[in-house]
């Protein structure tokens, strides 16, 4: 069995595909390691809609989240758990900085409304005007559109 090197005399046309591999193996794992890290805040397991509205401000830094997991447990804005009255508190501290400041809520969707609204409330009194409830996208089959859920909603 006779294997050819390529001579001075031939030019070895051939793709090495082994280097490319190796590049997009490398880039594979590191998107499964960032990937779970890009959602910011506490996971809440939120309502589903079929058409939500565009909410690009969701993901800056300069928007408010307010996450309510479960009912009556803890409020959180970022990841610091809060109890309601440090939440009203907050809001008046950042509402002082910026009024103009989007607010986005992540209410669970096992949550009662009584506690969204209690929330909507807070909110209202401390007299932000630009407030949004964020939804999990789905497609017409339920089906759930992946990603974050304030980055992934379409018109």
């Given at each position: 069995m006779a294997m050819d090197v390529g001579g001075a005399d031939k030019v070895n046309s051939e793709i090495n595909i082994t280097p490319f591999c190796d590049v997009v193996l490398v880039l594979l794992i590191i998107f499964m390691v960032v990937t779970p890290m890009l959602q910011k805040g506490v996971p809440v397991n939120l309502p589903t809609s079929r058409n939500p509205e565009v909410q690009p401000d969701a993901d800056k830094e300069s928007s408010i989240i307010i996450a309510v997991p479960v009912e009556g447990k803890?409020?959180?804005?970022?990841?610091?758990?809060?109890?309601?009255?440090?939440?009203?508190?907050?809001?008046?501290?950042?509402?002082?900085?910026?009024?103009?400041?989007?607010?986005?809520?992540?209410?669970?969707?096992?949550?009662?409304?009584?506690?969204?609204?209690?929330?909507?409330?807070?909110?209202?009194?401390?007299?932000?005007?630009?407030?949004?409830?964020?939804?999990?996208?789905?497609?017409?089959?339920?089906?759930?559109?992946?990603?974050?859920?304030?980055?992934?909603?379409?018109?």
């Open positions: 803890y409020y959180l804005v970022g990841k610091e758990p809060i109890p309601f009255e440090a939440l009203r508190e907050n809001l008046a501290e950042n509402y002082q900085r910026n009024s103009s400041k989007p607010v986005f809520i992540k209410a669970g969707r096992n949550l009662p409304f009584s506690e969204v609204k209690k929330v909507l409330k807070a909110v209202q009194d401390t007299g932000f005007k630009k407030v949004a409830l964020l939804s999990q996208h789905v497609d017409e089959k339920g089906n759930i559109i992946a990603g974050n859920p304030a980055s992934e909603m379409k018109k």
